[in-house]
């Protein structure tokens, strides 16, 4: 091979390469930063914290010896398993706890809301609660089923503030626990599927994520209907899970706040939106530090050092741990340590009965 026709060859392959550079998907592109600041990786919280919205969906037989000691790791004192169910399934949840465990876990009882309106059910379902809470339960955890999926007796959509489902949230008022609610999913997933919607990729990953204002219902039809129960019972403790879907609209989320003081938010699976806008989101927890808990949602230990290093430093452009959340860099809200106290562990304290004290500092 000659010159000439050594450098056609590598011509054309330099421009096959850039072609294919070219095309390559939105998915594929993940550039690293070259970006040098000062600041490091947490991989244990500064503080011992209660994880309000943890899931061990295995747990009346499970072996929670590996779960315990990556808790121990990551400075957890306490997780609330959300995923307690009813019944014989939650007294064998608290059972196991109790007898391998005690005070590292509470499990929060669940509600099969599908049937509402039959006869006998709005009974049935309030006396299984009080059943379920003298068998251990501490909370009632509420699935976004509730409002998207769930159908009444006559095959209707149930609204979350059916009037049929009243005596169970005022039981939980009675009974002195709270109420962890999830209710719809991010306002993106209305949003036309183009290349406006923040959620793109996350939609494009997960398409059965995709909702309209037929499928079931509006966003905002389903949240409201969140806030009428919270509004309607005043003397029941709400915690809106995913801090309301509004952690990219905290000014919003502040007038909620202050409309309903019954209202709790939690962090769990929106710690993008919060490293996103760490100076508006440091006043906003400092202002409502009282009503902010932690929580997680999925049980990935390799995921919490992202939630520590946003609450706690002060650290600049930091990479999220799953780009379909979040394709933007963090940047720490470095909260006073009166502040992450009350996120880590004292607002759980509060508001969740029966917890053990004896892990966290006054």
Same mark, same amino acid.
Request: glycine share 6%.
């Given at each position: 091979?000659?010159?000439?026709?050594?450098?056609?060859?590598?011509?054309?392959?330099?421009?096959?390469?850039?072609?294919?550079?070219?095309?390559?998907?939105?998915?594929?592109?993940?550039?690293?930063?070259?970006? #040098?600041?000062?600041?490091?990786?947490?991989?244990?919280?500064? !503080?011992?914290?209660?994880? @309000?919205?943890?899931?061990?969906?295995?747990?009346?037989?499970?072996?929670?010896?590996? #779960?315990?000691?990556?808790?121990?790791?990551?400075?957890?004192?306490?997780? @609330?398993?959300?995923?307690?169910?009813?019944?014989?399934?939650? @007294?064998?949840?608290?059972?196991?706890?109790?007898?391998? !465990?005690?005070?590292? !876990?509470?499990? &929060?009882?669940?509600?099969?809301?599908?049937?509402?309106?039959?006869?006998?059910?709005?009974?049935?379902?309030?006396?299984?609660?009080?059943?379920?809470?003298?068998?251990? +339960?501490?909370?009632?955890?509420?699935?976004?089923?509730?409002?998207?999926?769930?159908?009444?007796?006559?095959?209707?959509?149930?609204?979350?503030?059916?009037?049929?489902?009243?005596?169970?949230?005022?039981?939980?008022?009675?009974?002195?626990?709270? #109420?962890?609610?999830?209710?719809?999913?991010?306002?993106?997933?209305?949003?036309?599927?183009?290349?406006?919607?923040?959620?793109?990729?996350?939609?494009?990953?997960?398409?059965?994520?995709?909702?309209?204002?037929?499928?079931?219902?509006?966003?905002?039809?389903?949240?409201?209907?969140?806030?009428?129960?919270?509004?309607?019972?005043?003397?029941?403790? &709400?915690?809106? +899970?995913?801090?309301?879907?509004?952690?990219?609209?905290?000014?919003?989320?502040?007038?909620?706040?202050?409309?309903?003081?019954?209202?709790?938010?939690?962090?769990? +699976?929106?710690? +993008?939106?919060?490293?996103?806008?760490?100076?508006?989101?440091?006043?906003?927890?400092?202002?409502?530090?009282?009503?902010?808990?932690?929580?997680?949602?999925?049980?990935?230990?390799?995921?919490?050092?992202?939630?520590?290093?946003?609450?706690?430093?002060?650290?600049?452009?930091?990479?999220?741990?799953?780009?379909?959340?979040?394709?933007?860099?963090?940047?720490?809200?470095?909260?006073?340590?009166?502040?992450?106290?009350?996120?880590?562990?004292?607002?759980?304290?509060?508001? #969740?009965?029966?917890?053990?004290?004896?892990?966290?500092?006054?």
């Amino acid at each position: 091979m000659n010159f000439k026709h050594y450098f056609v060859l590598s011509f054309a392959f330099c421009i096959i390469a850039i072609t294919h550079a070219q095309e390559m998907s939105f998915e594929e592109y993940n550039p690293k930063s070259t970006l #040098v600041v000062p600041g490091d990786s947490i991989f244990r919280a500064k !503080f011992p914290f209660i994880d @309000v919205h943890g899931h061990q969906y295995r747990m009346p037989t499970q072996d929670l010896t590996s #779960v315990v000691a990556d808790m121990d790791k990551l400075n957890m004192g306490i997780m @609330v398993n959300l995923s307690g169910r009813t019944g014989d399934q939650l @007294v064998q949840s608290v059972k196991n706890i109790a007898t391998n !465990f005690p005070n590292r !876990f509470v499990v &929060f009882a669940n509600i099969n809301f599908e049937g509402a309106g039959a006869k006998g059910w709005t009974e049935k379902m309030v006396a299984q609660l009080e059943q379920d809470v003298k068998n251990g +339960a501490r909370g009632l955890k509420v699935y976004k089923s509730l409002g998207l999926r769930n159908k009444d007796a006559q095959g209707n959509r149930l609204a979350i503030n059916d009037k049929r489902l009243d005596p169970i949230w005022a039981k939980c008022g009675e009974l002195g626990i709270p #109420v962890l609610i999830h209710s719809a999913d991010p306002a993106s997933f209305w949003d036309e599927f183009d290349g406006d919607n923040e959620r793109w990729l996350e939609l494009k990953t997960h398409p059965r994520r995709k909702r309209t204002d037929t499928d079931p219902a509006p966003f905002q039809q389903i949240m409201n209907e969140q806030y009428s129960i919270i509004k309607k019972h005043p003397n029941t403790l &709400f915690i809106s +899970a995913h801090m309301s879907w509004l952690a990219n609209d905290l000014g919003k989320l502040a007038k909620l706040l202050d409309q309903m003081p019954n209202m709790n938010v939690g962090i769990g +699976a929106i710690i +993008a939106e919060l490293g996103r806008q760490p100076r508006f989101a440091k006043a906003f927890i400092t202002k409502y530090q009282d009503r902010v808990l932690f929580g997680k949602d999925s049980w990935k230990p390799e995921e919490f050092p992202t939630y520590f290093r946003v609450l706690e430093s002060a650290d600049e452009y930091f990479p999220y741990h799953k780009k379909y959340h979040a394709y933007w860099p963090m940047y720490g809200l470095d909260l006073d340590d009166e502040v992450l106290k009350k996120v880590y562990y004292k607002n759980a304290l509060r508001i #969740v009965p029966g917890l053990d004290k004896s892990k966290f500092p006054e």
